[in-house]
Nanobody, 122 residues
Framework: QLQASGGGLVQAGGSLRLSCAAS????????MGWFRQAPGKEREFVTA????????FYADSVKGRFTISRDNNKNTVYLQMMSLKPEDTAVYYC?????????????????WGQGTLVTVSS
């Protein structure tokens, strides 16, 4: 089970850190990803990290502003979001998949959290 948290309301230019805690299973050997779904839009890839944390992959829209990291001892993955924009407003989902490299493909992630809402005001 994956539990995402840390969402909220923030002004444009602000920062938030999302967390995704895993329980019931050890996800230390899984790649982890963050996806988001804005109102009226399809779910899209944001970023992903390999099981070791040694490899990361970002969507162009968040590159340089968002940072993904993980602590396998705590079974938790983080998403540090900076310089937030109104277009970052979405429900953010974490996901886990047993792939070697961080992937942007939904089908590589069979395990999904419930999502946490991030709202960026202008």
């Amino acid at each position: 089970q994956l539990q995402a948290s840390g969402g909220g309301l923030v002004q444009a230019g602000g920062s938030l850190r999302l967390s995704c805690a895993a329980s019931g299973r050890t996800f230390g050997s899984y790649a982890m990803g963050w996806f988001r779904q804005a109102p009226g839009k399809e779910r899209e890839f944001v970023t992903a990290i390999s099981w070791s944390g040694g490899s990361t992959f970002y969507a162009d829209s968040v590159k340089g502003r968002f940072t993904i990291s993980r602590d396998n001892n705590k079974n938790t993955v983080y998403l540090q979001m900076m310089s937030l924009k109104p277009e970052d407003t979405a429900v953010y989902y974490c996901a886990a998949g047993r792939v070697q490299r961080p992937s942007s493909s939904f089908s590589d992630y069979p395990y999904w959290g419930q999502g946490t809402l991030v709202t960026v005001s202008s």
